[in-house]
């Protein structure tokens, strides 16, 4: 059997840890998203969208001034290069409830082109999207979540069913609600919009992390046939300190993978990757934290309450 002074981690100190660390930046993301708002993309708030494509060499800043004579309203610049890769493009966004006119638009197609007469300036592709459509999507994009969420449910509560499937599932949502509002703070601290790209992050954040929390949930129901005479909490710590170290090895290798993804795009203004990579890299590295240090304690702290119940029972 395992000795005592073998078990490296204490779950109880890293999880008030862990805690603490997780209300400090779900606070910080409260406090920046008063001061500064939600950024919302046209998919979810309604508005215009306007991608011109152009040759050479042009900045981000002169080409976003020269909308800036034309657009009074609030917008937003972005630069885009085709799967391609043979076309890049500038996207001027108009999150709101009033559409461009094709007046306008065409007013600033000329003053474009006025600027920038060596770039060969052309409209690429013009959408625009109905507060009602946009609502629409929005419930479609959540209810996709919260089937994936209630499938990770029933996923777990099934495979862990001899450690107490039901409490192994319901923390292990609960590490995947804290790893999606990081992903959503983390949006509001960088100030970048919420769009279809963050819908793909929820999604790949919630099986990634789900994946590390039953590769701990299968340590545990190994370690209770191997060592019977450990408790609960005993068990989870000889559990995660089994496998801390490739936890951090595998998450930290995908999140420098992901961290190319936002140099590249910074390094070529392709500001649209940045909705991706940044968002990702802070979900992956929560989804290593929340799995060892959230769902993995407070399925312990569960399940003595309910060992405790059962005791007075009897």
Do not use: H
Request: net charge positive; hydrophobic share 45%; proline share 2%.
């Amino acid at each position: 059997m395992a000795k005592i002074k073998d078990l490296k981690i204490n779950s109880k100190k890293v999880f008030k840890v862990s805690l603490i660390v997780y209300a400090a930046i779900l606070i910080a993301g409260i406090v920046m998203g008063i001061i500064f708002g939600v950024s919302l993309d046209i998919n979810f708030k309604g508005g215009t969208r306007l991608s011109y494509s152009f040759e050479g060499k042009i900045k981000n800043k002169d080409f976003s001034d020269a909308v800036g004579e034309v657009i009074t309203k609030k917008y937003t610049v972005s630069r885009n290069t085709s799967i391609a890769g043979d076309t890049d493009t500038f996207t001027v966004s108009l999150v709101g409830k009033k559409s461009l006119s094709a007046k306008t638009q065409q007013e600033l197609t000329d003053k474009l082109n006025e600027k920038f007469p060596d770039n060969n300036i052309e409209l690429y592709d013009s959408n625009s999207v109905s507060p009602t459509v946009a609502g629409t999507f929005f419930l479609k994009s959540l209810v996709a979540v919260l089937i994936a969420a209630a499938l990770v449910v029933v996923y777990v509560g099934i495979r862990f069913k001899k450690i107490g499937g039901i409490t192994a599932a319901l923390t292990a949502l609960c590490a995947l609600v804290l790893d999606l509002m990081v992903t959503f703070v983390t949006c509001i601290i960088f100030r970048l919009q919420i769009d279809s790209n963050y819908i793909a992050v929820v999604l790949t954040i919630l099986g990634y992390s789900l994946n590390d929390t039953i590769v701990c949930y299968d340590r545990v129901r190994e370690n209770k046939k191997l060592y019977p005479d450990l408790t609960t909490e005993q068990n989870m710590n000889l559990s995660i300190s089994g496998i801390l170290t490739r936890n951090i090895v595998t998450s930290v290798t995908t999140s420098l993978a992901v961290l190319t993804i936002v140099v590249v795009s910074e390094l070529y203004g392709l500001s649209s990757l940045r909705t991706f990579a940044i968002p990702m890299t802070f979900g992956l590295l929560s989804g290593c934290v929340s799995s060892l240090f959230i769902a993995g304690p407070l399925w312990v702290v569960w399940r003595g309450k309910l060992d405790a119940k059962k005791k007075a029972r009897k």
